[in-house]
T-cell receptor
């Protein structure tokens, strides 16, 4: 079983749509959660951290559900520029120096 | 702003050859790491360092060595290249432990093919 699992997609949505991704993690001791964005053949870049109470950054909302061990990312009013692969990142239990990356969910926003 | 710089960007090796991927950061970050990314696998941690002189193994360390003689540099050595090491390699750094508030910054990646 993978430590962090994501639906690979692709999610094909029209501009302006709302889209949500989930990511499940296996280690209940994990404490740090992130969403990274990766464009084709580029390096990953931080999109947002995920806090226990949930957090929002513009059109992006991240949620954490510890009981069910998943995090989610909601993108509202999708833009063409949102097309990318979204990586879920979770620290390895009590070790804050090691992180698991999900294999990513691909989003295609169409005109 | 240079950030995290990796070289080379592309490399083809023959099986059994050794090579070093260079990584340097100019942000005075304590924490540095190397990941490999394979299709459908996500990024996997190879080795990491929490400061000069301190390194530790990640998830997939076999076949790789690292050293951290300075804060700025964190080279990754492939000892005897194998086709299974064909991958995209990313070097990364962060100011401290990559917890919330400490962003991980990645280099642009090194595409390695072992034939």
């Amino acid at each position: 079983r993978k430590e962090v699992e994501q639906d690979p997609g692709p999610f094909n949505v029209p501009e302006g749509a709302t889209v949500a991704f989930n990511c499940t993690y296996s280690n209940s001791a994990s404490q740090s959660f992130f969403w990274y964005r990766q464009d084709c053949r580029k390096e990953p870049k931080l999109l947002m951290s995920v806090y226990s109470s949930g957090n929002e950054d513009g059109r992006f909302t991240a949620q954490l559900n510890r009981a069910s061990q998943y995090i989610s990312l909601l993108i509202r009013d999708s833009k063409l520029s949102d097309s990318a692969t979204y990586l879920c990142v979770v620290n390895m239990g009590y070790n804050f120096n090691k992180f698991y990356f999900g294999s990513g969910t691909k989003l295609n926003v169409k005109p | 702003n240079a950030g995290v710089t990796q070289t080379p960007k592309f490399q083809v090796l023959k099986t059994g050859q050794s090579m070093t991927l260079q990584c340097a950061q100019d942000m005075n970050h304590e924490y540095m790491s190397w990941y490999r990314q394979d299709p459908g696998m996500g990024l996997r941690l190879i080795h990491y360092s929490v400061g000069a002189g301190i390194t530790d193994q990640g998830e997939v360390p076999n076949g790789y060595n690292v050293s951290r003689s300075t804060t700025e540099d964190f080279p990754l050595r492939l000892l005897s290249a194998a086709p299974s090491q064909t991958s995209v390699y990313f070097c990364a750094s962060s100011r401290g432990q990559p917890v919330s508030g400490n962003t991980i910054y990645f280099g642009e990646g090194s595409w390695l093919t072992v034939v």
